[in-house]
């Protein structure tokens, strides 16, 4: 397997609220090497956005961060504070999926790219604006030595959100987190978004975590992806493999529940996830699982091996033998 760029291990995250403590991210594991694209799909409330805001350094005080973020060999976690911001924005930088609070609308936006880019390297405005035109012309914005003088209202909303991607790679970064960069945008425009971002992986290899909601995405442009519920991951491996055998009834369950041809009607799954202000000691899919039994309420289950997978489910094995594989 090629060397991994982003590794996180055993990534847990709380937060103290009013209510209590909350659980967001109970032990995530996450390895992206150069040039791959990570899909990381699961439901509103499973953990995607903080665990990667936290691998950011971008979280609230609120917020308790254990476990490790390795970035291309340098630990984040505990890491002092200049030393996180001196890395975000230029090795690891993130796409949300509001283009326009990322953008200050009363500066043009030629010189938010250029002030991104002097934020990092020791570089002449004029240098620097012409190669914010150039990073106008990468992401697909025609007369990108025009456009950079404009303010954000002058643009579209797929528009702004190539900005966005623009200012994002605008030191190179070895990581492009990418948290629903499509969501807020119209179907024609999100297909053009996510040819962006893969042309960004393919012409720089810049490592992509794409994240979102809809397993058509990740079907689409992602090498591998990991399934999050309730703060953990339940399944990861290649999207061949698990489009081809999902094996965590999770999946199972998010798989068919993607439009098919002749059916046109979702499939959701029953029931809502755990509260993460007391989170189940077992599996917390377990209440929502069709192949429940006592045991799987019993302990966290981990990931293991199954089937070129890594699956979080106990009975794994017993469903594909049982064909129970709905
Ligand atoms: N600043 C915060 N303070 C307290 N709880 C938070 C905070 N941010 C997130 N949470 C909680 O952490 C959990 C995980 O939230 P997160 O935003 O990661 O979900 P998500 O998977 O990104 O969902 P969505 O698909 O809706 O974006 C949720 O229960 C959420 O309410
Ligand atoms: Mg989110």
Do not use: W
């Not at 936290?54 to 609120?62: D, E």
């Not at 058509?216 to 999050?228: L, Y």
């Not at 041809?261 to 007391?278: C, D, K, S, Y």
């Not at 990931?303 to 594909?320: H, K, N, Q, W």
């Amino acid at each position: 397997m090629a060397e991994s760029v982003l590794s996180i291990r055993d990534l847990r995250v709380t937060f103290q609220t009013q209510m209590g403590e909350l659980c967001a991210v109970r032990g995530v594991d996450v390895d992206i090497a150069a040039g791959e694209i990570l899909g990381v799909v699961g439901e509103s409330g499973s953990g995607k956005s903080v665990s990667f805001l936290a691998a950011m350094g971008l979280l609230p005080a609120t917020a308790t961060v254990t476990g490790s973020v390795m970035l291309d060999g340098v630990e984040l976690i505990g890491a002092k504070k200049k030393l996180v911001r001196s890395i975000r924005g230029r090795l690891m930088s993130m796409v949300f999926q509001d283009p326009l609070s990322a953008l200050n609308p009363v500066h043009r936006v030629g010189d938010q790219i250029v002030e991104m880019i002097q934020s990092h390297q020791k570089i002449d405005e004029t240098k620097a604006f012409a190669r914010a035109v150039e990073l106008l012309e990468i992401v697909g914005i025609p007369q990108p030595d025009e456009r950079a003088k404009q303010y954000p209202h002058e643009f579209s909303g797929g528009m702004r959100q190539r900005v966005v991607i623009a200012m994002a790679i605008a030191n190179n970064p070895k990581v492009l987190i990418a948290d629903e960069p499509t969501t807020a945008l119209d179907v024609t425009v999100q297909a053009q978004i996510l040819e962006v971002i893969q042309r960004v992986q393919q012409s720089f290899g810049t490592a992509v975590v794409l994240i979102t909601h809809d397993l058509g995405v990740i079907a689409r442009v992602a090498d591998s992806v990991n399934v999050m519920y309730a703060g953990r991951n339940v399944e990861s491996g290649s999207v061949q493999d698990l489009f081809d055998h999902p094996s965590h009834p999770y999946t199972r369950g998010l798989l068919s529940s993607l439009p098919q041809e002749g059916i046109e009607r979702l499939v959701p799954i029953a029931g809502f996830p755990p509260n993460m202000l007391a989170p189940p000691p077992g599996c917390g899919f377990a209440p929502r699982c069709p192949h429940v039994i006592q045991s799987c309420n019993a302990s966290l289950p981990s990931l293991v091996p199954f089937e070129g997978l890594m699956t979080s489910c106990i009975r794994a094995d017993e469903l594909r033998i049982g064909g129970l594989r709905s």
